[in-house]
């Protein structure tokens, strides 16, 4: 039977400002993005998140991203190898403290935004990403864009790797994904996303925005938890992959 993961970025609300369904999602998912308080997320918000998660037996995972509050971490920004390694210990680090605390598994790394899109193209980047996931626990997933040089240089340094694909997302001819600044980088109809998924997840295959077939490796799909339909949509997933005969576990399940 194929397995496949279900994962969501969570944790992304702080102070007084309020982000996402993360408790309606969880029960619906198997791994949880966690924001580790630099583009999203804070310090009770991360302690919240990791216990709901344990709760409902859901794999926990890091979800840095640039500093960057404003933009939340979709912006690129201009820093050094050196910089951004240290970034990534510091905020894996940190909620693998509170998983440490509450007695539960840090189980993989996914950066975001910016930082994913830039490690999934440069070489250099990449590289220094999974180091830094190295470097805190050799045994950590490093999530990353299917046929990614994340994914590439996460398993040159030794680490386990889960190539991700988007139900909602469109994918150049080059497998990266569609610019959100560019029409019709979201797809909106719920069907269409539904049968991208089954298609990347039993037949390793979609299609690009330009026509192209590309081959395509899914380990886990990303899904989201805001917004108005969101939760019927993650539902409808699911029912779906069943349908199919896919399984969906853990990462590394």
Do not use: W
Request: charged letters at 25%; one cysteine or more.
């Amino acid at each position: 039977m194929v397995k496949v993961d279900l994962n969501c970025d969570l944790g992304e609300s702080f102070g007084n400002y309020t982000m996402g369904n993360d408790k309606a999602v969880l029960p619906l998912i198997t791994s949880a993005n966690v924001a580790c308080g630099f583009h999203a997320g804070d310090e009770n918000v991360m302690a919240e998140t990791v216990k709901y998660a344990k709760a409902h037996n859901v794999s926990i995972g890091a979800h840095p991203g640039f500093p960057d509050l404003k933009g939340f971490g979709r912006r690129n920004l201009d820093m050094s190898l050196e910089e951004i390694y240290n970034m990534m210990v510091y905020q894996i680090g940190a909620l693998k403290a509170f998983c440490d605390i509450h007695e539960v598994r840090l189980n993989h790394v996914k950066p975001h935004g910016a930082l994913y899109q830039m490690g999934a193209k440069d070489r250099a980047i990449a590289k220094t990403i999974a180091e830094a996931v190295y470097a805190v626990d050799p045994n950590l997933y490093l999530v990353g864009l299917s046929n990614s040089l994340l994914l590439d240089e996460a398993q040159k340094v030794g680490l386990p790797i889960a190539s991700e694909v988007f139900a909602d997302r469109r994918y150049e001819k080059d497998g990266q994904l569609v610019s959100r600044k560019k029409p019709g980088a979201l797809i909106e109809d719920t069907s269409e996303a539904i049968q991208q998924v089954i298609r990347m997840v039993t037949e390793g295959k979609t299609t690009a925005i330009t026509g192209e077939e590309i081959n395509i490796s899914a380990d886990t799909i990303c899904v989201h938890g805001d917004g108005a339909h969101a939760l019927e949509f993650v539902k409808q997933i699911r029912e779906k992959l069943s349908e199919v005969n896919v399984e969906i576990v853990k990462i590394g399940g």
